[in-house]
C-alpha cells in the first residue's frame, strides 16, 4: 500500500500548476495531476514520473460536473485520502476589455472555471480531504483579485481593471474564507495564494516571475503545520516569509 500523503493539483499538465506539483512531489507527496487533456497530462506526468516522483494523471475538466465526479470515482479507487488540494485551474479571457463592454458569456466561461471550479472540485473530494485529518486546500488566487490594492491609486495594478478575471478572484477569495470557516473543525486548513506576476501561456510569458517562485507560496501553504493560518490570503514566499495580501 502506498502510504505517502497525497496531493491533487488541478490545471496541472503546465504553467504554476504543475510547477506545484513538482515541489510537491519532491517533498515525498505522491501528485495527482488534474488535466482536462489527458495526452497533454501523461506528457507532464511522464515529466515528473522522469525525475523520480510519484506522479498521476487524473482527467478533471473543472467545469463538468460528471467529469469532476467520475476524477472523484478514480480516484477513490487509488486512495481514500486525500492530504492537499490545490484547485489552480484558472483563466484569463476576455481580454482588456472595457468593464462596461465586457462580454456577459465570456465572463460566465471564466468564472465557470475560475469560481464554480474550485466549489465543485473542493466539493467533489471534501469527502478524502475530511478522511485524512489535517488536510491542507489552497487556492490560486491573485493580486488582482485584492479589492483593496485595485483601490489603491498607487499599486501597480490599479490600471489593470480587468472585470471577469479580476472580480473572479475577488470571489475566489470569499470562497476561501467561506469554506475555511466551516472545514476549520475538521483540521482542514483553506487559505488563497498569489503567486506573483508569472511568466506563463496565461499572460503570453509576460510575467517577470518563473514557475518556481510562483508556485512556492501554494506549497507552502499545502504544507502548513498544524499551528500555520486559515482563511488567509498570502503573497509568495520565494524571496522573502510569506506575509499576508490585502483582500
Ligand atoms: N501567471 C500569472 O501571472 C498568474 C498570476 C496570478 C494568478 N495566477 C493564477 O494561477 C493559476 C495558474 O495559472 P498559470 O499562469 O499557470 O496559467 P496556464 O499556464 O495557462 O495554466 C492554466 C492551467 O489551467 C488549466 N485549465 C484551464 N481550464 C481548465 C478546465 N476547464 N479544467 C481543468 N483545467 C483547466 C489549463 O489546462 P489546458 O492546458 O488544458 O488549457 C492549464 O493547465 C490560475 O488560477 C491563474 O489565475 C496566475
Given at each position: 500500500?502506498?502510504?505517502?500523503?497525497?496531493a491533487l493539483v488541478?490545471?496541472?499538465?503546465?504553467?504554476?500548476?504543475?510547477?506545484?506539483?513538482?515541489?510537491?512531489?519532491?517533498?515525498?507527496?505522491?501528485?495527482w495531476?488534474g488535466?482536462?487533456?489527458?495526452?497533454?497530462?501523461?506528457?507532464?506526468?511522464?515529466?515528473?514520473?522522469?525525475?523520480?516522483?510519484?506522479?498521476?494523471?487524473?482527467?478533471?475538466?473543472?467545469?463538468?460536473?460528471?467529469?469532476?465526479?467520475?476524477?472523484?470515482?478514480?480516484?477513490?479507487?487509488?486512495?481514500?485520502?486525500l492530504?492537499?488540494l490545490?484547485?489552480?485551474?484558472?483563466?484569463?479571457?476576455?481580454?482588456?476589455?472595457?468593464?462596461?463592454?465586457?462580454?456577459?458569456?465570456?465572463?460566465?466561461?471564466?468564472?465557470?472555471?475560475?469560481?464554480?471550479?474550485?466549489?465543485?472540485?473542493?466539493?467533489?473530494?471534501?469527502?478524502?480531504?475530511?478522511?485524512?485529518?489535517?488536510?491542507?486546500?489552497?487556492?490560486?488566487?491573485?493580486?488582482?483579485?485584492?479589492?483593496?490594492?485595485?483601490?489603491?491609486?498607487?499599486?501597480?495594478?490599479?490600471?489593470?481593471?480587468?472585470?471577469?478575471?479580476?472580480?473572479?478572484?475577488?470571489?475566489?477569495?470569499?470562497?476561501?474564507?467561506?469554506?475555511?470557516?466551516?472545514?476549520?473543525?475538521?483540521?482542514?486548513?483553506?487559505?488563497?495564494?498569489?503567486?506573483?506576476?508569472?511568466?506563463?501561456?496565461?499572460?503570453?510569458?509576460?510575467?517577470?516571475?518563473?514557475?518556481?517562485?510562483?508556485?512556492?507560496?501554494?506549497?507552502?501553504?499545502?504544507?502548513?503545520?498544524?499551528?500555520?493560518?486559515?482563511?488567509?490570503?498570502?503573497?509568495?514566499?520565494?524571496?522573502?516569509?510569506?506575509?499576508?495580501?490585502?483582500?
Open positions: 500500500m502506498n502510504t505517502r500523503k497525497t488541478t490545471g496541472a499538465n503546465k504553467g504554476i500548476g504543475r510547477e506545484i506539483a513538482r515541489q510537491l512531489g519532491h517533498k515525498g507527496y505522491s501528485v495531476l488535466c482536462r487533456d489527458l495526452e497533454r497530462g501523461e506528457q507532464a506526468a511522464a515529466d515528473l514520473r522522469n525525475e523520480g516522483l510519484d506522479a498521476h494523471v487524473l482527467a478533471l475538466d473543472v467545469t463538468n460536473d460528471a467529469s469532476v465526479q467520475a476524477a472523484a470515482v478514480t480516484y477513490g479507487k487509488a486512495s481514500d485520502t492530504d492537499v490545490v484547485n489552480n485551474a484558472g483563466v484569463a479571457t476576455g481580454g482588456y476589455t472595457a468593464p462596461t463592454e465586457a462580454s456577459l458569456d465570456d465572463m460566465h466561461a471564466l468564472y465557470e472555471v475560475n469560481v464554480f471550479g474550485p466549489v465543485r472540485v473542493t466539493q467533489s473530494f471534501v469527502p478524502f480531504l475530511r478522511k485524512a485529518g489535517q488536510a491542507r486546500i489552497v487556492m490560486m488566487s491573485s493580486s488582482l483579485g485584492s479589492i483593496a490594492e485595485q483601490l489603491d491609486m498607487t499599486s501597480g495594478t490599479y490600471g489593470v481593471n480587468l472585470l471577469g478575471y479580476n472580480s473572479s478572484k475577488s470571489a475566489l477569495n470569499m470562497i476561501t474564507v467561506s469554506f475555511a470557516k466551516e472545514l476549520a473543525a475538521h483540521g482542514i486548513k483553506v487559505n488563497a495564494a498569489n503567486p506573483g506576476y508569472v511568466a506563463t501561456d496565461l499572460n503570453e510569458n509576460q510575467g517577470y516571475r518563473t514557475v518556481e517562485q510562483g508556485a512556492a507560496i501554494a506549497v507552502h501553504l499545502a504544507t502548513l503545520g498544524p499551528m500555520g493560518p486559515t482563511a488567509g490570503f498570502f503573497n509568495d514566499g520565494a524571496e522573502a516569509a510569506p506575509g499576508r495580501h490585502a483582500w
